[in-house]
């Protein structure tokens, strides 16, 4: 019995070593790197778009690295876990080019490169997980065709990554955002003791993305760009998966899908069916109620967190019925 105690509280000290190592050598690294960064250029199309122009950005090639370390030197991990730190690497990279690149890579490069990450994701959330989807609110488990749920995987994957990119346009709102979906995630895992393994990648996940808020809070002083985001929404639609029922993130990362969501969808009838939608309505989100809402950044950041974070407690509550 002793030694039992012993081994649990010598696990609880080197996982509290861990979030603390992911979360202090990203402030580190962040802070001494900081002027080594790529500087954006701006944003033409968005509310005080050219207020960060000059600004260091592609801060996720540094702290995504700094998780994927932090994973290797304290985690448990498996096949399943270190193909999604290959994949979330490959997310950033992506990222951390267009980034670099004076000139941007442009929609069609960058969506392609999604749907081949989407795609390995899909296929190893399958073959590594079943295809079993479990109605997290009714506890109602049902089997799709593997192939059919490789598809929604693909496309719940591809979804994350670029509404959590288009989301990312507000001092620390994208970070905070992924913070309270996954903190929600890492609770429901835990708490129905699924995949204990992942769910402490989850934590140091979190503690990485936290080391970078505490530089980009308002007014920022650097920005995570596309290697951050795009890794983000990634981990973000992995994470769910995990939990078994995939629909959670209609609701786990509401805001973020609304938020970024929006602008693809308008974007897109307009686009190619040539049907105009939301013609009043900036989007983002977070650039209308900024220009027309006339909200701060602060603002903006408090009241959208607030929102995720009271769906986030009602699908908590909800799923503990």
């Not at 994927?68 to 498996?78: E, N």
């Not at 895992?189 to 989850?202: G, Q």
């Not at 993305?209 to 308002?218: E, H, V």
């Amino acid at each position: 019995m002793i030694n039992f105690f012993m081994d649990v509280s010598q696990y609880s000290i080197l996982g509290f070593l861990g979030v603390a190592f992911a979360y202090i050598v990203t402030c580190v690294l962040l802070g001494t790197m900081i002027n080594k960064l790529p500087r954006d250029h701006g944003r033409a199309y968005a509310h005080d778009g050219v207020l960060s122009a000059g600004k260091p950005r592609g801060a996720g090639f540094i702290f995504i690295l700094v998780f994927v370390v932090a994973a290797l030197v304290f985690g448990s991990l498996d096949r399943e876990l270190i193909i999604y730190l290959i994949l979330t690497v490959a997310a950033m990279m992506t990222g951390f080019l267009d980034d670099c690149a004076k000139v941007s890579w442009g929609e069609l490069r960058k969506g392609l490169l999604d749907l081949v990450i989407a795609v390995m994701t899909a296929i190893t959330v399958v073959n590594f997980n079943g295809s079993d989807v479990t109605i997290a609110l009714t506890g109602y488990t049902f089997t799709l065709h593997p192939v059919v749920y490789g598809i929604l995987a693909v496309i719940l994957v591809w979804a994350s990554i670029n509404v959590t990119n288009c989301a990312d346009g507000v001092d620390g709102l994208s970070g905070t955002l992924a913070c309270i979906s996954l903190s929600t995630v890492y609770y429901i895992m835990n708490s129905r003791d699924i995949a204990p393994e992942f769910t402490y990648i989850i934590l140091l996940f979190v503690a990485c993305i936290l080391g970078y808020l505490w530089y980009n809070a308002t007014p920022s002083c650097l920005m995570m760009g596309d290697a951050g985001s795009r890794a983000i929404g990634l981990f973000i639609a992995i994470a769910v998966m995990k939990t078994g029922s995939p629909f959670l993130y209609l609701f786990i990362a509401f805001v973020l899908m609304v938020d970024g969501g929006l602008g693809l969808i308008k974007v897109a009838l307009l686009r190619y069916l040539k049907i105009k939608i939301l013609t009043k309505v900036r989007t983002p989100l977070h650039d209308h109620v900024r220009k027309n809402r006339k909200w701060s950044n602060a603002q903006t950041v408090f009241k959208f967190a607030i929102i995720q974070i009271m769906i986030s407690l009602a699908v908590i509550w909800l799923i503990n019925i």
